[in-house]
Each structure stands twice: as structure tokens, then as C-alpha cells.
């Protein structure tokens, strides 16, 4: 069974295919002729997204290096009917990037945009263009002896117009808070090409509605982010890095209080491994070895972090971990004695995720609730997952200090088949489960077109209304990644109840 599908308008006919010679033409004028690629062919990474989960088909990729040319672009695309969607690295989870299949669209790619702007050290600010890759801001402003802190998987490729477009997390959600958080002044070009320009980077501004956050975890469907004015904090001079072994999913709650009372602000990533994680990653990725002599049901990778050097933080790691090895809910544990072992404890973390692709299909959760609800919902679900499909393995971990759980359900590739037909049951499950905790469906990756139903099903109408008004006003011929985040059901359904008439 093929897992792609196309999406769209249907089929492209004779007279759209003249007109998208004429637009190419045109799209070269504004651009360069270097920089577009007519009717890229079906495989090219353009077409789909990093899960292969969408593919379409487009008329142009078109590669604009200003905000002005972006500009042109969007009034070019405007004027001629056609949609763009934006194109950031493209390592999205939730097929936001995917074109339809009508063949009329224009991906518009934002890898030329990434230029440092203005840096400020006073400030503690930097304003970067949206093409830039987040791991060469970080090494950037490593050398300004600053630190940004978003951090995930995906930062070689990822950029920073898709880490605000999807409002991204990470590992250090839980000292620094999310993009939104990180982000103090934005440039985004509006559908009628038009440029939104608050690029300030002002800490403090109560002017009416924060209108930079509309596009921040937006998807593309409201502007193209083009730069933004992001916070820096002071360069981390300290870190210390525990990988401790625990009983039960208790004692995860009981480990992470303790390290909140008693690191508190040093505190910068609290995430869990389960024993099914750490085995896959140890089975499929060569680099990867158990730390711990013994096997344990679970794990916590615990990180603190302080940019002074007066205070060690060693001690009040080692104190608190001590306390727990003592009451018995470390069970075992070690600290990394170098950088390098603090990376390889890291490493494992990463490798869960690449391990559970290797190791065969999975449907993946990315769900979020109030931390002290995250025990019974694991447990709950998983009881409930494999009691109804026995030959199916729950992998839940994540980043426990944010209440984000990965709630993954894998299975061999010999079940590939018949493991596909089941992705309904299992979704109702897990999301049932995550509303009865008060908890959200989408905790970092987003809605693009894979989550749309489930937006539909868990929002409330009133909510829906607002966010169809939003995209309606400022986007009223819907040209802007069109039935992202918003389906043609939700759409219908919001203008049908009328809510806010
Ligand atoms: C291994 C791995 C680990 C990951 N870990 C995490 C994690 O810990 N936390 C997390 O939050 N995510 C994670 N992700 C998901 C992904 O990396 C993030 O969503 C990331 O922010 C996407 O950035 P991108 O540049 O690749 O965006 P893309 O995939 O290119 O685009 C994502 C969406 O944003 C839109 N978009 C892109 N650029 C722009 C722009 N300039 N203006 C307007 N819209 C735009 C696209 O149209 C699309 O809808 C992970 C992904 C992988 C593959």
C-alpha cells in the first residue's frame, strides 16, 4: 500500500499549461533565470514532504533572495491565481510543504534569504533572514558569546522561517519557552504582496494586538516570514548533563519535582526515554550503547545549564540525585564526565526517533497536557492501544519538563500491510485520551494537512470561526499554502454555524 496521496484541485488541463509557461517567464524576470525551476519532476524533494506522507505537483519553485523580490513574487502569484507555498528545510512532520495536485502551484523557497541583518549585544538581539539554517545561527552567535536556545533533531536542515511558521519547541522549551517566545520583532510579506515590517526587537510594546504572533505557528497560510528579530541570552558556560535510571513513571514525576525545587532556574531540559526507546536505538543505531550496566523500564536525561562560572552547579546536581538514589526513585544513573558523554546521552535521545523509523512503520502523536497528567496518560493509553491491537508497541517519550510526550505506535515491517489500516482506531484512541487530560493534539508539530481533522474535532467552534475570519480577511482569495491548517470542512462548517455574525 502506498502511504503518499495527493491532495488538491484536480488534474491540470491544456490552458493552465500555456499559462504557466507565461508564469515561469515572468517568475525568471523577477528572480533570475538561475533561480527557478519549471514544472520540477515527480521525486523531486520539492514535491512532497519529509515524510512522504503528501505529494503534489507545481508549476514553479522560485527562489527569491529579498524581501522585494518575495514581494514581486506574491503580486505576481496574486495576479495570475496562482497558490504558493512557502518552502522552508522542509523537515516539517505535519505535510505543510506538500503542493496539491493540481500542477498550478508555486513553491516559493526561502534558501537564498540568509543573511544576518543587525546583531546586537546590548539588546540581546539578532535579526536574521528566514532562509537562515537554525544551526548556523547557532554557531553564529556562539561567536557574539551568546546563546540562542531553540534546539531540536532537525537544526542542520530546519530554518528559522520554518521554526517560526511552525512555532517550533525543542529541548529547552522549559527554561526559554517556544519560537514564539523567542521571537521579538518579525518581516512577513502579506498576500496581496504587501510587507509587514516590525523587525523593532523591543521587549516591551502594549500598541494594540501583537500582530507579529498571528504569523508565528501560522503555517505559511497568513504571510512569508522573511526575517525575524530573534532574542539572544548570555553563552552558556556550564553545563551538566545526568542520565538516570527509574522504576516507574512515578518516580519520573517524583525526579522531576525535585530537580525543579532544587536546580530551578539552571534547569534547562528534563526529557524521558522508555526502555522500548533506548533497546530500538541500541538495535538499529550502530553508535549507540546502554550507558547503565542493568536494563530499566525508563529513563530521565537531565540537563542544567548556567552562563556563570562563580556558582558550580556539579553539587547541586550531585545533591539532589543523591537524595533520590537514597529514597530509591533513581535506581541508578550517571553524570557525563566530558562533553562528549554529555553528547553520546543525547545521542540516544535522537536516536529514538531514528531508530523507530528504521525499525519499521509507526503513527506518531506529538501531544501535550499539564505534567502531573502525563503518568496516567501514558499508562491509560498504552493499556487501551494494546489490549485492541496486541501486535502493536507504544514508544512514548519526550520532552517531560514541556508536558509533550512523542506517544508513537510502531510495528515490525512484516506488519507493514495491515498496521497502515489501523491509523483511525489508534488516532481516536490517543486523542480521546489526550482531551480527557485537558491536554492538546498537536504540542510543537503543528496541523498541515495531516492534523486538519483532528483541528476540526477537538476545537471549539467558536475557536474555529475566529481563525476562518483571520485567514478570510487577510488572505480572501486564499492563495497562501490554501487548505493548510484550515480544510474546505472546517471552512464550511465555520461559515455554516455563523458563530460570529
Ligand atoms: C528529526 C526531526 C526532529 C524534529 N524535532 C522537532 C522538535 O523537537 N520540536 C519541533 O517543534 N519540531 C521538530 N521537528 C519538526 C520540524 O523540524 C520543525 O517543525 C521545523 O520548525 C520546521 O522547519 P522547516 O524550515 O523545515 O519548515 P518546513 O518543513 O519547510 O515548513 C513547515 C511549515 O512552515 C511553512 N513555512 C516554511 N518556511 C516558511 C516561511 N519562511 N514563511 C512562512 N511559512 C513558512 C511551510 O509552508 C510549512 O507549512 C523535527 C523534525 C525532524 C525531521
Request: hydrophobic content about 45%; some cysteine.
Amino acid at each position: 500500500m502506498k502511504l503518499a496521496a495527493m491532495h488538491g484541485r484536480g488534474t491540470a488541463d491544456k490552458g493552465w499549461l500555456v499559462s504557466t509557461i507565461g508564469l515561469v517567464r515572468e517568475l525568471e524576470t523577477l528572480v533570475g533565470d538561475d533561480h527557478v525551476i519549471a514544472s520540477p519532476s515527480a521525486g523531486s524533494s520539492y514535491l512532497s514532504d519529509f515524510r512522504g506522507l503528501f505529494a503534489g505537483r507545481a508549476a514553479a519553485v522560485v527562489k527569491p533572495a529579498t524581501v522585494e523580490q518575495v514581494a514581486d513574487v506574491v503580486r505576481l502569484c496574486q495576479s495570475r491565481g496562482h497558490a504558493i507555498i512557502p518552502h522552508g528545510g522542509n523537515t516539517g512532520l505535519c505535510g505543510g510543504t506538500a503542493p496539491s495536485s493540481a500542477g498550478g502551484d508555486v513553491i516559493l523557497c526561502l534558501e537564498r534569504m540568509t543573511r544576518v541583518r543587525a546583531q546586537d549585544v546590548v539588546n540581546n538581539t539578532i535579526t536574521v533572514e528566514a532562509g537562515c539554517i537554525l544551526h548556523s545561527l547557532q554557531e553564529h552567535v556562539s561567536g557574539l558569546d551568546r546563546y540562542f536556545p531553540l534546539s531540536l533533531g532537525a537544526e542542520g536542515s530546519c530554518q528559522i522561517g520554518g521554526n517560526i511558521a511552525t512555532n517550533a519547541g525543542g529541548h529547552s522549551v522549559l527554561r526559554y519557552g517556544n519560537m514564539r517566545d523567542l521571537v521579538l520583532g518579525l518581516e512577513a510579506v502579506l498576500p496581496d504582496g504587501s510587507i509587514f515590517n516590525d523587525l523593532r526587537g523591543l521587549r516591551k510594546n502594549n500598541t494594540g494586538y501583537d500582530l507579529k504572533q498571528l504569523f508565528i505557528g501560522s503555517e505559511g497560510t497568513l504571510g512569508i516570514v522573511t526575517a525575524a528579530t530573534l532574542k539572544l541570552f548570555p553563552a552558556r558556560r556550564q553545563i551538566e548533563t545526568a542520565f538516570v535510571a527509574l522504576r516507574s513513571l512515578d518516580d519520573l514525576m517524583e525526579v522531576y519535582q525535585r530537580a525543579q525545587k532544587h536546580a530551578d532556574e539552571f534547569l534547562s531540559a528534563f526529557e524521558m526515554v522508555p526502555r522500548i526507546g533506548l533497546q530500538m536505538a541500541i538495535d538499529h543505531v550502530p553508535e549507540v550503547q546502554d550507558p547503565l550496566d542493568e536494563a530499566y523500564p525508563f529513563y530521565a536525561l537531565i540537563e542544567l545549564s548556567s552562563s556563570q562560572i562563580a556558582w558550580p552547579l556539579r553539587p547541586v546536581l550531585d545533591g539532589f540525585l543523591e537524595a533520590l538514589l537514597v529514597s530509591g526513585a533513581i535506581r541508578d544513573g550517571i553524570i557525563s564526565s566530558s562533553l562528549r558523554e554529555a553528547q553520546s546521552f543525547w545521542r540516544i535521545r535522537e536516536a529514538c526517533v531514528e531508530a523507530q523509523r528504521l525499525a519499521g512503520p509507526s503513527f506518531k502523536h506529538d501531544v501535550s497536557m499539564p505534567i502531573d497528567r502525563i503518568p496516567a496518560f501514558i499508562r491509560d493509553a498504552t493499556w487501551a492501544i494494546e489490549r485492541r491491537f496486541p501486535a502493536v508497541q507504544v514508544v512514548a517519550f519526550g520532552h517531560i519538563g514541556d508536558g509533550n510526550i512523542h506517544f508513537n505506535v510502531c510495528c515490525g515491517r512484516e506488519q507493514e500491510e495491515t498496521f497502515l489500516t489501523l491509523a483511525g482506531p489508534v488516532e481516536d484512541i490517543v486523542y480521546e485520551a489526550v482531551a480527557s487530560v485537558g491536554g492538546s493534539f498537536s504540542a510543537e508539530h503543528g496541523i498541515g494537512l495531516l492534523k486538519r481533522d483532528a483541528l476540526l474535532r477537538y476545537t471549539s467552534p467558536d475557536a474555529l470561526r475566529m481563525m476562518v475570519d483571520i485567514k478570510g480577511l487577510i488572505d480572501p482569495n486564499n492563495i497562501l499554502n490554501p487548505g493548510k491548517v484550515l480544510s474546505p470542512a472546517t471552512v464550511n462548517m465555520a461559515r455554516d454555524r455563523k458563530v460570529f455574525a
